[in-house]
């Protein structure tokens, strides 16, 4: 698969235009790219570039274990002239990108979703959007599933938190579990556990937004709408002006944990996906009308409406 040279690539839309005269000079060092996994080495994973080079990713920067054929974005770290070859990395563009969300959600007080990788001394390790944040112990808050006199393992759940502080040089931060929770009214999440259900359609109200999706009022309890479960359009830059502070939506509830403080909404599930009634709507030969949403320098993307690219 091509490369696709995202908005810091400095290229222009000549360029894209040309991909096939694309060579290693025009791929520009902390440019985002899009490639295909296409080999491996003893520690890597090669990409194709599109262009008359390779580039190769280290295998530790993988939550799972990578296929052939797997579209990966990455961040250009350094390019040989001389071979080609254009080291990437996947996890820098994730921590550059969680980085400007964990900051935003800081700067307004906002709660983020995170899940508990490991144990660490005196805490937990957790991953919020692509960065290391640190839990205490005394922050961990009620584990309403623990039975009396015996600990409960977190590891591998994912929560909501409420930001301390952040370290800008490290890119990490410290979290409170027990601050979001004593925010939520208990009565409410019981309240809400015994009268929502997984697939229900429920109304709520917009409090606020963060990068990563907004936050929804259902019934005194703060639900989270991800931007990727807010439209099937492949964009959804601009969910905040759809979304705006204090309108009402219907959403339907995709999972909902009262004991963990933790209710995930979804606004496209309301309507089918797109994609699975594409061959009732279109046949090969059909000549459509559309609107060119994307160009890259293997052609150009375009939008037919409804979610179909």
Do not use: C
């Not at 000079?25 to 599109?50: H, P």
């Not at 563009?93 to 964990?102: F, H, S």
């Amino acid at each position: 698969m091509p490369v696709t040279f995202l908005q810091d690539s400095n290229l222009s839309m000549d360029d894209l235009l040309k991909g096939e005269n694309l060579s290693v000079a025009d791929i520009r060092q902390n440019a985002a790219i899009t490639g295909k996994i296409v080999a491996f080495s003893n520690e890597y994973a090669i990409l194709d570039m599109g262009s008359k080079s390779e580039g190769r990713i280290p295998l530790r920067e993988f939550d799972e274990a990578p296929k052939i054929g797997d579209t990966v974005e990455a961040l250009v770290r350094s390019i040989d002239k001389e071979s080609g070859l254009v080291n990437l990395s996947k996890r820098e563009l994730e921590q550059r990108r969680g980085w400007e969300i964990v900051k935003e959600a800081f700067e307004n007080n906002i709660p983020v979703n995170g899940t508990v990788k490991r144990n660490m001394k005196n805490g937990y390790l957790v991953h919020v959007e692509g960065l290391s944040m640190f839990l205490p112990h005394s922050q961990v808050g009620n584990l309403g599933n623990a039975r009396r006199g015996q600990k409960s393992s977190i590891v591998g759940s994912t929560m909501s938190f409420r930001i301390l502080e952040l370290n800008p040089r490290k890119r990490t931060g410290v979290l409170s579990r027990k601050i979001f929770q004593d925010e939520q009214s208990e009565a409410a999440w019981k309240e809400l556990g015994s009268q929502v259900q997984i697939g229900d359609i429920i109304k709520g109200t917009v409090v606020s937004h963060s990068k990563a999706g907004a936050f929804i009022n259902i019934h005194g309890v703060e639900g989270f709408l991800h931007r990727s479960n807010i439209s099937w359009d492949r964009k959804t830059d601009n969910f905040k002006d759809k979304l705006p502070i204090g309108s009402e939506i219907q959403v339907r509830v995709l999972e909902i944990i009262p004991e963990d403080h933790r209710l995930s909404l979804g606004l496209k599930q309301l309507t089918e996906d797109p994609w699975t009634t594409v061959m009732n709507r279109y046949h090969v030969g059909d000549v459509v009308k559309g609107r060119v949403s994307f160009v890259a320098n293997y052609g150009a993307f375009i939008d037919l409406g409804d979610g179909l690219e």
